[in-house]
C-alpha cells in the first residue's frame, strides 16, 4: 500500500467585485488591441514624437486565494505612440510562464504573494511546480537597446519594443542576477544604468552598474554594514553617489511562521540612509527619524568635481508618516514632498516640506536631468473624492517656489515629463469612474494648470496603474539651464 501527501486545495476565487484594487478604475483589462490615429479632443503638438510606455499589475484571469496591491496581479503594458500630431495605441501582456500556463489552462492556477499556496507538477509539470508567480508589473525601463519589466526584487522581463511581445527574463548581462529593483537610475551623462536589490539572507542589499554598451560594469556587490533584510523600493542617484533609504520595514520570516506578518515596521529603529560612492569607496551613513519612502523625485550634488559646493547632496521624494497597510497604527498615513540635504561628512540630515500638497505620490521630473538640479516635480494627489482615486496633479516650480494643481475631473495616474522639440510637456493616463472612458491627457509644461492641450480618447479602458516610461522616437537635445 502506498500513500500520498494530499495536494493542497485550489483556493477560493477573490471577491472582485468589492476589492477596491479589482474594481473601479482599478478593474483589469483581459483586452489587447492595437488601434491607429486615436480620437484627439484638442491638438497634439506637432514637436512631439515619441512613445509614452506604462505597467501596472492587471491579473490575467480572475485571481484566487488572495490579491493584494501592489504586490500582485500580472503585468500589462501600455504604449501610447505620438508623432505627426497623432496618437495610436498597443497593449500587451507580459508573457511569463505562469501567464502562459494560465492561457492554456483557461483560468487563475497561481495564488496571491500572501497565501503561500503554490501549484503542483500534476497541475504545471514538474518545472513550474511550487514556484510562485512572477511579476514584472511595476515599472517599464528602456537602457542599451533593452525594453525592461521590471519587477520588485526579481529579474525583469524583456520585450520587443517593435511589438511588445515577451522575449524573455533576462539578467542584464548578470547585473541583475539576483534580481533588481523595479526603479533602477540612469544616469544622463555617462549613460550608465545603476541599481540596487533586496534579498532576504545575507548579505541582504547588493547594488551593480550597467555601461551604456549593456555590459556589466559592475556585478552584484555587497551594501556593507546591512545586518536585516528590509524592503527598500526605489533609490536616488547622483553624479557620485548612490542614495538608499533604509527605512524600518522589515522583512520577519519567525514571525510569519508564528502566524504574523512577514513585513513587520519597526520605528523605533529610525532610518539609516547610505550614500554608496559610485567610484566604489567607503559608504558615509545617516542616521535619521523613521520615515517610510515609496519614490524618489531626483537627487544631486551641492559641489562636484566641476562646480564650486560644500559636499551636499539634496534628495526630493515623498515622505509618509509610516507605509500604510504594511504597518498597524492608529493615525491614517500621510506624504508630503519633502527636500532632504544631506551632508555626508558629518552624517546629518535636514528635512524641508516643500509646497503645501499633501497626500501625493508618484513625484517625477524631466527624467534628462536625473543626478543633476531639477527645476520642477509634479506628482499626483487626491482632494477626496467619493472613489478615494487619485484625482489632482499638482506641479511644483521649485525654483519660484510655487505649486499649481489641476484636476481633470478624473481619476489620474502618474504624470511623465515628454520633451519635444521646440517645447516640453507633462502627460498622463486618467480614467473617468462615472462611464469608465480613458483619456491621456498632454498639458505644456510651462503652463500645465491651464488643463490640457491634447486629450486623447483610449480605444478602451486603461486601467489605474503604477509607473512609465516616455522613450523619444529621436535623440532629444539636453534641457536649457
Ligand atoms: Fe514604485
Known amino acids: 500500500m502506498t500513500t500520498t501527501s494530499p495536494t493542497p486545495a485550489r483556493p477560493a476565487p477573490v471577491d472582485m467585485a468589492h476589492h477596491a484594487h479589482l474594481s473601479g478604475v482599478f478593474a483589469p483589462q483581459r483586452t489587447e488591441v492595437d488601434v491607429d490615429d486615436l480620437e484627439v479632443i484638442g491638438t497634439i503638438p506637432d514637436d512631439l514624437h515619441g512613445s509614452y510606455l506604462r505597467n501596472g499589475p492587471n491579473p490575467r484571469f480572475d485571481p484566487i486565494g488572495s490579491y493584494v496591491y501592489p504586490l500582485d496581479g500580472d503585468a500589462m503594458v501600455h504604449r501610447l505612440e505620438i508623432g505627426g500630431g497623432a496618437a495610436h495605441y ?8 505562469m501567464v502562459v500556463a494560465e492561457e492554456a489552462a483557461g483560468h487563475a492556477i497561481w495564488s496571491g504573494l500572501t497565501d503561500g499556496y503554490t501549484p503542483s507538477a500534476d497541475e504545471v509539470g514538474p518545472d513550474l511546480a511550487g514556484t510562485f508567480r512572477q511579476l514584472p508589473d ?109 527605512c524600518p520595514l522589515v522583512f520577519d520570516i519567525t514571525a510569519m511562521l508564528s502566524g504574523g506578518s512577514l513585513l513587520q515596521w519597526h520605528p523605533e529603529s529610525g532610518t539609516r540612509i547610505a550614500l554608496i560612492p559610485r567610484d566604489g569607496g567607503p559608504i558615509r551613513w545617516v542616521d535619521s527619524e523613521p520615515m517610510w519612502v515609496w519614490h524618489f523625485a531626483n537627487a544631486f550634488d551641492n559641489g562636484a568635481d566641476d562646480a564650486p559646493g560644500d559636499g551636499t547632496v539634496t534628495v526630493d521624494y515623498v515622505e509618509w508618516t509610516y507605509p500604510g497597510a504594511f504597518a498597524h497604527m492608529p493615525q491614517p498615513a500621510s506624504s508630503a514632498l519633502v527636500r532632504a540635504v544631506l551632508d555626508p561628512a ?14 501625493v505620490e508618484f ?58 522639440a521646440h517645447h516640453d510637456y507633462w502627460g498622463a493616463f486618467g480614467t473617468d469612474p462615472a462611464d469608465m472612458a480613458s483619456y491621456f491627457y498632454v498639458l505644456a509644461a510651462d503652463d500645465p494648470s491651464a488643463g490640457p492641450l491634447a486629450t486623447v480618447r483610449m480605444p478602451i479602458r486603461v486601467p489605474a496603474g503604477l509607473h512609465g516610461a516616455w522613450s523619444p522616437a529621436e535623440p532629444i537635445n539636453p534641457p536649457v539651464e
Open 90 to 97: 498597443r497593449n500587451r501582456f507580459v508573457r511569463t510562464p
Open 138 to 246: 511595476i515599472n517599464i525601463v528602456e537602457h542599451a537597446g533593452r525594453l525592461l519589466a521590471m519587477a520588485e526584487a526579481d529579474q525583469p522581463y524583456r520585450l520587443d519594443p517593435a511589438d511588445l511581445g515577451t522575449i524573455a527574463r533576462d539578467s542584464c548581462d548578470g547585473a541583475m542576477a539576483v534580481g533588481s529593483t523595479a526603479h533602477p537610475k540612469i544616469d544622463p551623462s555617462t549613460g550608465e544604468l545603476v541599481l540596487f536589490n533586496y534579498v532576504l539572507e545575507a548579505p541582504y542589499l547588493t547594488w551593480a552598474v550597467i555601461g551604456p554598451d549593456g555590459r556589466t560594469r559592475r556585478p552584484p556587490t555587497p551594501v556593507e554594514g546591512v545586518d536585516r533584510p528590509l524592503m527598500i523600493h526605489d533609490m536616488a542617484l547622483t553624479a557620485r553617489y548612490i542614495v538608499l533609504f533604509l
Open 346 to 359: 558629518r552624517g546629518t540630515i535636514a528635512r524641508t516640506v516643500l509646497g503645501e500638497s499633501a497626500d
Open 363 to 420: 513625484p517625477r521630473v524631466d527624467d534628462r536631468l536625473l543626478t543633476r538640479s531639477h527645476p520642477r516635480v509634479a506628482t499626483v494627489g487626491k482632494s477626496g473624492n467619493d472613489t478615494g482615486d487619485r484625482d489632482s496633479l499638482w506641479f511644483h516650480d521649485l525654483r519660484a517656489g510655487t505649486e499649481t494643481c489641476w484636476r481633470p475631473g478624473v481619476a489620474i495616474g502618474e504624470p511623465i515629463y515628454m520633451p519635444g
